[in-house]
C-alpha cells in the first residue's frame, strides 16, 4: 500500500455554497494533496451575498468528533475557522493541549465578507484567551487583527500584531484586502517584528471565501513540512491563484477555484 498524504484536520462551520467554511476547508485541503478531516462546529444560512444566521453545534459534540477521530487517526496540522460559540473555542483550545506538537492555523472569522457577526463579544474574548496560546499562525484580516487586540479602528497593525504575539501565537499573518491600494500587502509578523512582507496586484470584485481559503492552504503546506515563513508564501501564492480563477456562481461574491491546475 503507497503511504498517506498528509493529514489535517479542520474545526469549522458549514457553508451550503461551498465558497467558505468548512467546505473549502475541504477542497483546499484536498486540492492541495492532503487528506482533509473534519468537525462541524455550527450551520449557516447563507449564500454569496451574505449570512443570515449561524447555529452552534453543542460543545459536547464538537468534543466528541474531534477525540473519536483523533484517537484513531494521527494529524500533521489543525485549521481552525468559525467556531460558533466562545463555549466552542474554549472546547478546541481543550483538545489542541492535548496534541501540543501538532502546528495549528487560526483563522478568527470574526464576521462575514458582508459584516455579518459571526463570533459575538464572548468568543472574541474566548479566543484572545484560550486559544491564542495554541497557535502557530494567526491570520486575521487589517479588521480583525485591531479587533482581537481591543484596538481602535486606525490603530497601526504592527503594534496590533505585536500584542497577539503577546497572547501566545507563534506568527500572526495580517491580509491586507480591506487596506487601501493597488496592492494588497500581507504582512507576516512574530513577536520579533516583521518576518516578511508579500505584495499582490489587487483583483477586481469581492470573493467569498478567500480568507478560509489561505488559512486552509497554510495548514496544508504546514502538514508538508515547510516552515513558517515557506509555508505562507506558498499559501498566498496559491489562494491568489484561486482568487484569479474565480468564478461567480450566484449573485452575490465571486468564489475561488481551488483547482484551477486541474483544468
Given at each position: 500500500?503507497?503511504?498517506?498524504?498528509?493529514?489535517?484536520?479542520?474545526?469549522?462551520?458549514?457553508?451550503?455554497?461551498?465558497?467558505?467554511?468548512?467546505?473549502?476547508?475541504?477542497?483546499?485541503?484536498?486540492?492541495?494533496?492532503?487528506?482533509?478531516?473534519?468537525v462541524l462546529t455550527g450551520f449557516t444560512v447563507q449564500d454569496t451575498r451574505g449570512v443570515?444566521?449561524?447555529?452552534?453545534?453543542?460543545?459536547?459534540?464538537?468534543?466528541?468528533?474531534?477525540?473519536?477521530?483523533?484517537?484513531?487517526?494521527?494529524?500533521?496540522?489543525?485549521?481552525?475557522?468559525?467556531?460558533?460559540?466562545?463555549?466552542?473555542?474554549?472546547?478546541?483550545?481543550?483538545?489542541?493541549?492535548?496534541?501540543?506538537?501538532?502546528?495549528?492555523?487560526?483563522?478568527?472569522?470574526?464576521?462575514?465578507?458582508?459584516?455579518?457577526?459571526?463570533?459575538?463579544?464572548?468568543?472574541?474574548?474566548?479566543?484572545?484567551?484560550?486559544?491564542?496560546?495554541?497557535?502557530?499562525?494567526?491570520?486575521?484580516?487589517?479588521?480583525?487583527?485591531?479587533?482581537?487586540?481591543?484596538?481602535?479602528?486606525?490603530?497601526?497593525?504592527?503594534?496590533?500584531?505585536?500584542?497577539?504575539?503577546?497572547?501566545?501565537?507563534d506568527f500572526v499573518l495580517v491580509t491586507g484586502t480591506h487596506e487601501a491600494g493597488t496592492?494588497?500587502?500581507?504582512?507576516?509578523?512574530?513577536?520579533?517584528?516583521?518576518?516578511?512582507?508579500?505584495?499582490?496586484?489587487?483583483?477586481?470584485?469581492?470573493?467569498?471565501?478567500?480568507?478560509?481559503?489561505?488559512?486552509?492552504?497554510?495548514?496544508?503546506?504546514?502538514?508538508?513540512?515547510?516552515?513558517?515563513?515557506?509555508?505562507?508564501?506558498?499559501?498566498?501564492?496559491?489562494?491568489?491563484?484561486?482568487?484569479?480563477?474565480?468564478?461567480?456562481?450566484?449573485?452575490?461574491?465571486?468564489?475561488?477555484?481551488?483547482?484551477?491546475?486541474?483544468?
Amino acid at each position: 500500500m503507497s503511504s498517506s498524504p498528509p493529514m489535517v484536520l479542520a474545526f469549522a462551520a458549514s457553508d451550503p455554497t461551498g465558497g467558505a467554511g468548512l467546505q473549502a476547508d475541504l477542497l483546499t485541503l484536498a486540492s492541495l494533496g492532503c487528506h482533509p478531516l473534519s468537525v462541524l462546529t455550527g450551520f449557516t444560512v447563507q449564500d454569496t451575498r451574505g449570512v443570515e444566521s449561524l447555529q452552534a453545534v453543542d460543545p459536547a459534540w464538537v468534543a466528541k468528533q474531534a477525540r473519536r477521530v483523533l484517537e484513531d487517526i494521527p494529524v500533521q496540522a489543525f485549521k481552525l475557522g468559525v467556531l460558533g460559540s466562545a463555549a466552542n473555542a474554549r472546547i478546541v483550545a481543550t483538545i489542541l493541549g492535548e496534541h501540543p506538537h501538532v502546528p495549528v492555523v487560526l483563522d478568527p472569522v470574526l464576521a462575514s465578507g458582508r459584516g455579518d457577526p459571526l463570533a459575538d463579544a464572548e468568543t472574541l474574548q474566548a479566543i484572545r484567551t484560550a486559544l491564542l496560546a495554541r497557535t502557530t499562525v494567526l491570520t486575521p484580516n487589517s479588521i480583525e487583527t485591531r479587533r482581537l487586540a481591543l484596538a481602535a479602528p486606525e490603530a497601526e497593525l504592527p503594534g496590533c500584531a505585536r500584542a497577539l504575539a503577546n497572547l501566545g501565537c507563534d506568527f500572526v499573518l495580517v491580509t491586507g484586502t480591506h487596506e487601501a491600494g493597488t496592492q494588497v500587502t500581507n504582512t507576516l509578523y512574530a513577536a520579533s517584528g516583521v518576518v516578511r512582507d508579500d505584495s499582490w496586484p489587487r483583483l477586481p470584485g469581492e470573493y467569498h471565501g478567500s480568507g478560509c481559503t489561505l488559512a486552509a492552504a497554510l495548514a496544508a503546506m504546514l502538514a508538508r513540512g515547510l516552515d513558517v515563513p515557506a509555508a505562507a508564501r506558498a499559501a498566498q501564492d496559491y489562494t491568489w491563484k484561486t482568487l484569479q480563477a474565480g468564478f461567480r456562481a450566484g449573485r452575490g461574491q465571486r468564489l475561488p477555484d481551488r483547482f484551477f491546475g486541474s483544468k
